[in-house]
């Protein structure tokens, strides 16, 4: 009744931002990631007949009430699916920073959801474990897989047909991804409370909107292409578009800081100067830098020199879900 999962982040070139329905996690828009080799998180699941309630350790610490509570809604899903009534502990580490921005909540649900399911012994193909991610936090759907993946928003009122799909492996299209760490503090604003404040009050999501499927069929095109500057100049906009719908809310918020501002300028100056980088920016105030790997150590070099950069976590594409023997933890 125990397994062990990873699963890695992603990070989006063209975002999720927006429910249609919150109870299944059914986005407004389809969206496109690249899963990330360096970011991930591990977790065992076990089920045993001794608890009374479910356990959720996150590196090593006891989860209180809201994250144990958020576990356990997620747990019960996969209750009513496998028929079980069992709890479980379930023992997490991110070797990623939780809430900052890095999709700590990808990788977080999509482990969690492989490893609870092979516990239970649930036979279940790559597209029902996605969806069953997309529940416990959409971006997690896309983590399932490796390499370029697009989720699919779906048309089913039940979700059947909303979930992650491939695109290309994380061995067809090498891309240098720089995370660029300014804030390793846990944002404000979750992901989820920021994209439904903005879907109920910001005038600016209907540009959003009206635009994002275009900025995805050009996207998905410059990647079966290995069209780099193509794809560096969508996904930028994209997600600049993204933020400029929170400064629109009721009430307005911003995931930026001056630090963050401060590594965006310094992308553009890089391409003003012949070096071909683009950013883009998720719900939290670190940015990532992508470039061709050969640029790699170049565009490092250059945003080092900012002061405000506290580290920088050189990735590629990477891989989805594997399952790993599983480990007795000693503390
Ligand atoms: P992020 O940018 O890190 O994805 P979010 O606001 O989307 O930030 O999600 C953060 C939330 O994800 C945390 O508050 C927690 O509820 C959940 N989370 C993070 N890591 C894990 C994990 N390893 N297992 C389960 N849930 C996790
Ligand atoms: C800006 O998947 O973290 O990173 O579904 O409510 O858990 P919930 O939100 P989450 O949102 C991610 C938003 C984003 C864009 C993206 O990853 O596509
Ligand atoms: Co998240």
């Not at 047909?161 to 804030?183: H, Y």
């Not at 995931?255 to 883009?280: C, F, H, P």
């Not at 920016?281 to 506290?310: F, Y």
């Amino acid at each position: 009744m125990k397994a062990t999962a990873r699963a890695h982040t992603n990070i989006a070139l063209i975002k999720y931002w927006g429910k249609r329905d919150e109870k299944l996690f059914l986005p407004m828009n389809n969206s496109l990631s690249i899963t990330l080799d360096a970011f991930y998180t591990t977790t065992s699941v076990e089920f045993c007949t001794c608890l009374k309630k479910d356990i959720f350790l996150l590196n090593g610490n006891i989860m209180g009430e809201a994250e144990t509570n958020k576990m356990t809604r997620f747990l019960d899903l996969i209750r009513k699916m496998s028929g079980s009534t069992l709890y479980g502990v379930v023992d997490s580490i991110n070797t990623v920073p939780t809430a900052a921005g890095f999709a700590s909540s990808a990788s977080g649900f999509a482990a969690l959801a492989a490893a609870s399911t092979k516990a239970l012994k649930m036979e279940i193909n790559d597209d029902i474990l996605s969806q069953i991610a997309r529940q416990g936090s959409g971006s997690a759907c896309r983590s399932i897989h490796g390499g370029y993946v697009e989720w699919e928003k779906g048309e089913q009122l039940d979700g059947s047909d909303s979930f992650g799909k491939q695109i290309l492996t994380e061995n067809e299209w090498d891309l240098s991804i720089l995370s660029v760490l300014v804030e390793p503090n846990e944002k404000k604003v979750l992901s989820r409370e920021g994209m439904k404040r903005t879907v109920d009050t910001s005038p600016f999501y209907t540009g959003w909107l009206e635009t994002v499927d275009d900025d995805l069929t050009v996207a998905k095109q410059a990647i079966y292409d290995r069209d780099f500057e193509t794809l560096g100049n969508v996904l930028e906009r994209n997600a600049l578009k993204m933020h400029a719908t929170t400064l629109g809310a009721n009430p307005p918020f911003m995931y930026w800081t001056s630090a963050t501002v401060a590594v965006m300028q310094k992308v553009q100056e890089l391409r003003d100067n012949g070096i071909s980088a683009y950013y883009t920016i998720d719900a939290g105030p670190n940015v990532k830098v992508l470039c061709q790997p050969e640029d790699e150590n170049s565009v490092r070099e250059k945003l080092m020199t900012l002061s405000v950069v506290q580290e920088i976590y050189h990735c590629h594409p990477g891989p989805g879900i594997t399952y790993l023997p599983n480990t007795n933890r000693k503390t």
